[in-house]
């Protein structure tokens, strides 16, 4: 099943059980989606992965300023919203997955000091797209690299 077609029946379950939060997160996907649809860069499942991410990252952001302002009534719905969407993305990588990946990414490209970071991340973006954080990427990558 397409995700576009497992959002609707989803939007309709949640619907059915009175779920208003989940409803408002499933409809944001389904925005999400739908613009992608008329976009100029087309619909493709690595244009719907990388929105999604998007989204989430754009929600955890939000909750994380709400927390500072000490708003936990907005961090909580941002982040139940992120955590709705993030089930729709792909199994993330564990730090230790992703540090083993690098490492054989490095080994290819042969990267010796930190001033080779650039090569490691162009490759290391490209392998790890959908399944890794860039900021826990880029973290990972420094460390190695020194």
């Known amino acids: 099943m397409a995700l576009e077609e497992k959002i609707n ?29 008329t976009s100029a860069e087309g619909y493709t499942d690595e244009s719907e992965m990388k929105a999604l991410q998007k989204e989430v990252k754009k929600r955890k952001e939000t909750a994380e300023i709400y927390t500072t302002q000490n708003r936990a009534d907005l961090a909580e719905v941002e982040t139940f919203q992120a955590g709705v969407i993030e089930a729709y993305l792909p199994k993330q990588m564990t730090a230790d997955e992703i540090k083993a990946e690098l490492q054989k990414i490095i ?35 420094r460390e190695l690299l020194q």
């Open 107 to 141: 080994a290819q490209v042969g990267a010796t000091s930190a001033a080779d970071m650039g090569k490691v991340m162009g490759a290391a973006t490209k392998a790890l797209s959908g399944k890794a954080d860039g900021k826990a990427i880029s973290a990972i990558v």
């Open 9 to 37: 029946a989803d939007i309709k379950s949640a619907m059915l059980a009175k779920d208003q939060k989940r409803l408002e997160a499933l409809r944001a996907i389904k925005s999400v989606i739908l613009l992608l649809k």
